[in-house]
């Protein structure tokens, strides 16, 4: 646990969407839901003191997220200070923009999704969040963003001229949330990346994730307009779905994003990735980066464990430790496998 003189961040896709609007409400509030119960003794365990999570759904009222929050505080752990803004995913564009040929299928939307809100993104604190002043850079076209690499298939845009011109680069969204800690305000840089698979020879989702992760180089270079980014105090975190050495997409943007000097790598750590690598075998054995720092539990037919869950500091901010919630065996081994594929991903630094 934190101590009174340090921070706690953590970042963790729960994979709590539901197939359809209010389902995951019914499952939260039902209280009986294993996988709802597993992602709240998760986050109970390693209680951050701000939480960025992925994978659950928006509704307008926020009335999933607060009964969330409303489980965690049971089990004393509260967080009076509640964001989320509505995701891309499962905005409806009426084109086809994942050129199947066909309108109105999960693919078609801004980000995938068969819902609008649906997967979404919302941040837990402890501490103010300051809402007036978050930047949403979830509404810019792919094409405006600078240098952008755009899908085209034998010199022709993909899947064409008219859905990339509507096309948001964020999957889910890219925020810029400060939070005041004490006389200090800390920038939380939250994105989930689109996976860079699930497409064809035109590289559309593997081009989209690079891109993703450009945008916080670029912000933080003041390329993108508007107000001046902040130049100290900052963390990007978020789902990056990509891995600097193994498993699909362009791992190199990965490894551009974890080599910016204004960013510190904290390489956060287990026991459970090397255990589970070591157990499983398949794709794990051929891959060549540390298993201790891998943070999802996929497939070991096809990509294996990979590392693609972050908590990145400014370089001005005191590392004090990191690691990834993935016991090697015990009771709570059983609920971080039950809770979601990815696991927590925690930083502290100290007080600013």
Request: a negative charge; glycine letters at 12%.
């Amino acid at each position: 646990m934190a101590s009174a003189d340090v921070l706690r961040l953590a970042t963790y896709n729960t994979e709590l969407s539901r197939k359809g609007p209010g389902l995951l409400l019914r499952d939260i509030s039902g209280g009986k839901d294993p996988q709802v119960q597993a992602i709240v003794a998760v986050i109970v365990a390693a209680r951050p003191d701000i939480v960025l999570l992925q994978g659950i759904d928006y509704d307008m009222d926020g009335l999933a997220l607060a009964a969330l929050a409303d489980l965690l505080r049971r089990r004393d752990l509260d967080y009076p200070y509640l964001f989320a803004l509505p995701p891309n995913t499962g905005l409806r564009t009426g084109l086809d923009l994942d050129g199947d040929g066909r309108t109105g299928g999960p693919g078609d939307a801004q980000g995938f999704g068969y819902f609008t809100g649906q997967d979404g993104m919302a941040i837990l604190s402890r501490y103010p969040i300051e809402d007036s002043a978050a930047r949403d850079f979830s509404g810019l076209l792919w094409v405006d963003l600078p240098g952008a690499t755009l899908p085209r298939i034998d010199g022709r845009p993909f899947p064409s001229a008219q859905a990339q011109a509507v096309q948001r680069l964020s999957d889910t969204g890219h925020w810029d949330v400060p939070v005041r800690v004490g006389d200090t305000v800390l920038h939380l840089l939250a994105f989930h990346a689109s996976p860079p698979v699930f497409d064809g020879p035109e590289d559309r989702n593997g081009l989209r994730n690079r891109d993703e992760l450009r945008l916080w180089s670029l912000y933080l270079d003041g390329a993108l307009g508007g107000a001046p980014p902040p130049q100290a105090g900052f963390v990007v975190l978020g789902d990056a779905n990509l891995d600097p050495a193994d498993g699909d997409g362009r791992s190199a943007a990965m490894v551009d994003l974890l080599a910016d000097l204004r960013l510190v790598d904290p390489t956060p750590r287990s026991g459970g990735g090397v255990a589970a690598a070591q157990i499983q075998g398949g794709a794990n054995t051929v891959q060549r980066g540390d298993p201790a720092l891998d943070t999802a539990d996929w497939d070991d037919a096809g990509p294996g464990n990979l590392r693609v869950d972050y908590v990145l500091p400014s370089a001005d901010l005191a590392v004090l430790g990191s690691g990834v919630v993935w016991p090697e065996d015990g009771a709570l081994a059983d609920l971080v496998a039950t809770a979601s594929r990815h696991r927590l991903v925690w930083l502290d630094i100290a007080l600013p």
